[in-house]
Nanobody, 124 residues
Framework: QVQLVESGGGLVQAGGSLRLSCAAS????????MAWFRQAPGLAREFVAA????????YYADSVKGRFTISRDNAKKMVYLQMNSLKPEDTADYYCAADAYGMGSRVIANYNYWGQGTQVTVSS
């Protein structure tokens, strides 16, 4: 069992940066693939970025590639999303998720555990 708590959201101007953090509990955290998804009002939840259990493989949505970076620290049981060059269309609730398969995935159905979300608002 893994419990996830996100933090770091807020209001930022377009072009600015934010760093989201996800704190995990559970003894098997290091074996989970991890990801960030986001959901804007009225829209479906969408994939943002994922990282394998070793941190050796990362995956990004085309819309954030080159601007966002996902990373993890297994010793601290933390996952991060560094978001640079933010755009108004990045405005959404951002969710951390854990994948028991360990590989990291773009497929939302692969994720077993979810955090409560943190809100990111980018003003133009």
């Amino acid at each position: 069992q893994v419990q996830l708590v996100e933090s770091g959201g807020g209001l930022v101007q377009a072009g600015g940066s934010l760093r989201l953090s996800c704190a995990a509990s559970g003894r098997t955290f290091s074996s989970y693939g991890m990801a960030w998804f986001r959901q804007a009002p009225g829209l479906a939840r969408e994939f943002v970025a994922a990282i394998s259990w070793t941190g050796g493989n990362t995956y990004y949505a085309d819309s954030v590639k080159g601007r966002f970076t996902i990373s993890r620290d297994n010793a601290k049981k933390m996952v991060y999303l560094q978001m640079n060059s933010l755009k108004p269309e990045d405005t959404a609730d951002y969710y951390c998720a854990a994948d028991a398969y360990g590989m990291g995935s773009r497929v939302i159905a692969n994720y077993n555990y979810w955090g409560q979300g943190t809100q990111v608002t980018v003003s133009s």
